[in-house]
């Protein structure tokens, strides 16, 4: 079992930056891909981009594309998710996923962190 920490979340004005972490227990072949998303309130779960383990290779919602980077340091077994130029819009619940596939559905995602709020004030 995959357990998933994230951390990183806070109140931050537009147009600022945050770093999100998100830890991860262990890495294997179930988990070679981690994603982020985010569910604002009252709306949907909706992807925010995704990285694979093994090769670093990213990809990302058109809504925060040139915003925001993920990145992984894998002797921490930890990726992070670099949100620049924040807007009001971003403000929601983050969580991180591990699953064994590439993928912007939720559903292909096995297991899931707590979530970190990230509120961002216009």
């Known amino acids: 079992q995959v357990q998933l920490v994230e951390s990183g979340g806070g109140l931050v004005q537009a147009g600022a930056s945050l770093r999100l972490s998100c830890a991860a227990s262990?890495?294997?072949?179930?988990?070679?891909?981690m994603g982020w998303f985010r569910q604002a309130s009252g709306k949907e779960r909706t992807f925010v981009g995704a990285?694979?383990?093994?090769?670093?290779?990213?990809y990302y919602a058109d809504a925060v594309k040139g915003r925001f980077t993920i990145s992984r340091d894998n002797a921490k077994n930890t990726v992070y998710l670099q949100l620049n130029s924040l807007k009001f819009e971003d403000t929601a619940v983050y969580y991180c996923?591990?699953?064994?596939?590439?993928?912007?559905?939720?559903?292909?995602?096995?297991?899931w962190g707590q979530g970190t709020q990230v509120t961002v004030s216009s």
């Open positions: 996923a591990a699953g064994r596939r590439n993928s912007a559905v939720a559903d292909a995602y096995d297991y």
């Open positions: 262990e890495r294997t072949f179930s988990n070679n891909f």
């Open positions: 990285i694979s383990w093994n090769n670093g290779y990213t």
